[in-house]
T-cell receptor, first 112, second 115 residues
Framework: DAMVIQNPRYQVTQFGKPVTLSCSQTLNHNVMYWYQQKSSQAPKLLFHYYDKDFNNEADTPDNFQSRRPNTSFCFLDIRSPGLGDAAMYLC???????????FGSGTRLTVV | AQTVTQSQPEMSVQEAETVTLSCTYDTSESDYYLFWYKQPPSRQMILVIRQEAYKQQNATENRFSVNFQKAAKSFSLKISDSQLGDAAMYFCAYRGMEYGNKLVFGAGTILRVKS
């Protein structure tokens, strides 16, 4: 089945230690998104790629960066995680306009 | 900028009963899409139902249906014959036609189903 896969499902990292979350898709969608979601809140868009065109949200901290080496993969890098960065990180993809996003299962990040 | 408002932080429904979740939105666009997403605890967000703004007919997917009132900018979700598996956070979302056409989410409504 075509899908969006996020690895790992759970990630524990130390305060200040760089961490990378990964997302892959088999849908061949040209747009990929990264969201941060804290408990019982709506997802907050961090950035998205339209093909290789990177789009950062104005309030996304500099601590968060992303890479998209090809259509299928996208990575979220957190350079120096703080306690406030503990959250669920959701990857989503989008193809044709008018359709909703397809979400991955998310990576729950814990910072210790 | 578009905004989506879900005024019900939590709702409860008895199993087999019907419940309606409210959503209003604000936009200056004439063409757009509206969605309801379901997110069970610690599980994947999945699309429940989708509505095109240019269609007057309300979308229906099995036990899920919407009441789309374009003039009032209202988009409520009705769940009939509620089941325990319907318990989740429900997000209403808007997607416009501008470049990037990002999803704009409401704050969400927690739905509890009582047996």
């Amino acid at each position: 089945d075509a899908m969006v896969i996020q690895n790992p499902r759970y990630q524990v990292t130390q305060f200040g230690k760089p961490v990378t979350l990964s997302c892959s898709q088999t849908l061949n969608h040209n747009v990929m998104y990264w969201y941060q979601q804290k408990s019982s809140q709506a997802p907050k868009l961090l950035f998205h790629y339209y093909d290789k065109d990177f789009n950062n949200e104005a309030d996304t901290p500099d601590n968060f960066q992303s890479r998209r080496p090809n259509t299928s993969f996208c990575f979220l890098d957190i350079r120096s995680p703080g306690l406030g960065d503990a959250a669920m990180y959701l990857c989503a993809t989008s193809g044709t306009r008018g359709y909703g996003y397809t979400f991955g299962s998310g990576t729950r990040l814990t910072v210790v | 900028a578009q905004t989506v408002t879900q005024s019900q932080p939590e709702m409860s429904v008895q199993e087999a009963e019907t419940v309606t979740l409210s959503c209003t939105y604000d936009t200056s666009e004439s063409d757009y899409y509206l969605f309801w997403y379901k997110q069970p605890p610690s599980r994947q967000m999945i699309l429940v139902i989708r509505q095109e703004a240019y269609k007057q007919q309300n979308a229906t997917e099995n036990r899920f249906s919407v009441n789309f009132q374009k003039a009032a900018k209202s988009f409520s979700l009705k769940i009939s014959d509620s089941q325990l598996g319907d318990a989740a956070m429900y997000f209403c979302a808007y997607r416009g036609m501008e470049y990037g056409n990002k999803l704009v989410f409401g704050a969400g409504t927690i739905l509890r189903v009582k047996s």
